[in-house]
């Protein structure tokens, strides 16, 4: 039985180490988003267009006529926010509020508990 050289064993744990350091934070940051943490999330990146007076100068009124200010309004449209914030990556409009990947995974884990 051939014995592995220990730079061949350091090399096999620096990867495994490199792997785990970029692959654990990933992990650890997707788990469940609370009501309270989604509201939040909507108030830095949503409400300032999707408000019953959006506070962007671009908008007189929220687009589509979408509102996303309380929880029933992120809960009846959870399949929209999923498919525009996290599929399409089309919301934030331009991402003018620098929403994360990170924020993303976030909301597929909300929009996926939302009955």
């Known amino acids: 039985m051939k014995l592995s050289s220990p730079l061949t064993v350091f090399t096999r744990g620096r990867r495994l180490l490199l792997f785990a350091g970029i692959i ?9 988003l609370t009501d309270a943490d989604a509201l939040a999330l909507a108030r830095k990146h949503c409400v300032m267009c999707h408000a019953v007076k959006p506070t962007h100068p671009a908008f007189a009124e929220a687009p589509n006529h979408v509102t996303l200010e309380t929880l029933a309004d992120l809960k009846k ?4 926010i999923y498919v525009q914030t996290v599929q399409n990556k089309a919301m ?4 003018q509020t620098g929403m994360t990947d990170d ?5 597929i884990q909300y929009a996926s508990g939302v009955k």
């Not at 654990?24 to 997707?30: E, F, N």
């Not at 449209?77 to 929209?80: D, L, Q, T, V």
């Not at 924020?103 to 909301?107: F, H, P, Q, Y």
């Open 24 to 32: 654990l934070p990933v992990a650890a940051s997707t788990g469940p």
């Open 77 to 80: 449209h959870a399949k929209a």
């Open 92 to 95: 934030p409009l331009g991402n």
């Open 103 to 107: 924020e993303r995974a976030k909301l």
